[in-house]
């Protein structure tokens, strides 16, 4: 009998290996790695929604008649290797797994693969797309992506008569609007016993239902979000509010990234909702840019440049921030939000991700390969591939622009235009010097002069370097900026 072993997200009956497997035929092989769950501190929501997603799949597979050996093992080396000794599996393949180390650590051990379909564009694929470009273009791969898998297309035009409604979707947070609840499921006995085996992290809440640990209850989410929550989820893309966490974004980025469900599920009902006239054009193009668009993008990136994974062009060295480890607190509302919702939840949506935290690190010149570790700790949905072209291309711009052109920065005024949270600050968003001044808005001017030999010339931060130079009080920026740097550091913002 062979072995199919079944990586932690991969854990669904129709990706690669498990796809012809017939029970007759076929053990599965599951391991709980204990050096995956112990060696970093994992937010507790984060190895609650995995391990107990693995043990359901586990189960889910045993209805369907396989003989399933879940085992917790000190490591995935030790977990094949005690699989082997005690079944002999005529021969072990795997489907092609999600990170770089596990694949080293599959060809070390002799497993076989089978190509994944886990994504629309197998790395392959994409490999071939980017080719001898000199520039890989989000939206020139997103418009192939479209085109090739025919999503919101009539004929061989775009529906709507446009390939991007971003401009419908940046507004900021509108007054009286009523967000839809998130499907929430109570916690039974497997969640439960998943629990009490997990090293305790103090500051993190334990799971409150939020997140889906099945399959059939990540496609009961999927259905409310296009049902329900889709038609609100363009305009407000952006948008961040001090009294509700989840506005009208879909929640479904960690069910895709453990297999749970797939990508042409939400997109196939996605487009079919647009198209029974039930979604506006920019809802839906929205959401099917974030799946097919930027998510693949990002999974390209991930394989065809390994080198980005520790870039650090800017030469930031500094630590992650006392109150980023729940060491202290900050009295900066927008930060002190996001961080909570980390705490409470293990999410918080892009913005708050981009434009908070990420642009705070860059900021402050926080080393990039802290925040990406850090970010894949403390997500749900965080994994080796997601974070490393999103913390190091994206975010902190370590890669010196080879994804994104310009730095994502902003002074406090970004965050006061998408947000509620200067009202509530101690801080002033329009101040850069002072004792009020808000820390974002000093820091802001201070990056672009300590980084003046990686931008001045960059087209896109032209006009921003115009402003720097005819900033009279500089010098007192600097100073503040110390001040500012040293606090945080210290603990003390
Ligand atoms: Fe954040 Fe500055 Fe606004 Fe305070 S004033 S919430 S620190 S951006």
Not at 85 to 95: I, L
Not at 124 to 133: I, L, P
Not at 349 to 376: E, K, T, Y
């Amino acid at each position: 009998m062979r072995t199919v072993w079944v990586l932690g997200d991969q854990l669904n009956r129709r990706i690669g290996a498990l796809a012809d497997a017939s029970p007759s035929e076929t053990r599965i092989l599951m391991v709980e790695s204990e050096a995956m769950i112990g060696d970093r501190p994992f937010h507790r929501q984060r190895l609650h929604l995995v391990i107990t997603a693995m043990r359901r799949f586990a189960d889910e597979l045993r209805s369907s008649g396989f003989d399933v050996d879940l085992r917790r093992s000190p490591s995935l080396r030790a977990g094949f290797r005690e699989h082997v000794a005690e079944y002999s599996p005529s021969n072990v393949v795997v489907t092609e797994p999600n990170s770089r180390p596990v694949g080293d650590l599959l060809t070390g051990l002799g497993v076989g693969s089978v190509r994944s379909n886990q994504f629309l564009c197998h790395r392959e694929e994409f490999a071939a797309w980017a080719g001898d470009r000199t520039r890989l273009r989000l939206e020139d791969f997103y418009r192939w992506q479209r085109t090739r898998l025919d999503y919101l297309m009539d004929g061989d035009e775009p529906a709507g008569g446009a390939w991007n409604f971003d401009h419908d979707n940046r507004e900021p947070p509108p007054r009286d609007v009523s967000w839809p609840e998130p499907v929430r499921s109570r916690l039974d006995d497997v969640d439960r016993a998943v629990l009490a085996d997990l090293p305790d992290t103090a500051s993190d809440s334990d799971p409150d239902g939020w997140w889906a640990t099945s399959r059939r209850a990540a496609l009961a989410r999927l259905r409310h979000f296009v049902e329900n929550v889709l038609p609100q989820f363009g305009p407000y893309e952006d948008a961040m509010v001090s009294d509700n966490w989840h506005l009208a974004h879909s929640l479904l980025s960690p069910y895709l990234n453990l297999g749970l469900i797939l990508p042409h599920e939400v997109c196939d009902a996605v487009e079919d909702a647009y198209r029974a006239g039930h979604v506006p054009i920019n809802s839906a193009e929205g959401m099917i840019r974030q799946v097919i668009g930027w998510r693949e993008f990002v999974w390209g990136i991930y394989w065809l440049w390994p080198e980005q994974w520790d870039a650090n062009v800017l030469g930031n060295d500094r630590p992650i921030p006392p109150a980023w480890i729940g060491e202290t607190s900050t009295d900066m509302h927008c930060v002190r939000r996001t961080l909570d919702g980390l705490a409470e939840r293990g999410w918080v949506h892009h913005i708050q991700r981009l434009m908070v935290l990420s642009n705070f690190a860059n900021l402050v010149g926080v080393d990039p390969r802290l925040v990406r570790d850090w970010m894949r700790e403390r997500y749900v949905d965080g994994g080796e591939w997601v974070m490393g072209p999103n913390v190091m291309g994206m975010a902190m711009w370590a890669d010196g622009g080879r994804m994104a052109t310009k730095p994502y920065v902003s002074g406090g005024a970004y965050v006061n235009r998408m947000s509620d949270y200067c009202a509530s600050c101690r801080f002033d968003p329009t101040r850069r010097i002072g004792e009020d001044a808000c820390p974002f808005t000093t820091l802001y001017w201070d990056f672009l002069d300590r980084h003046r030999e990686h931008l001045a010339g960059n087209a896109r931060m032209a006009r921003q370097y115009a402003t720097l130079d005819r900033l009279s009080d500089l010098p007192e920026v600097r100073r503040r900026a110390r001040d500012v740097i040293a606090a945080v550091l210290d603990g003390e913002l």
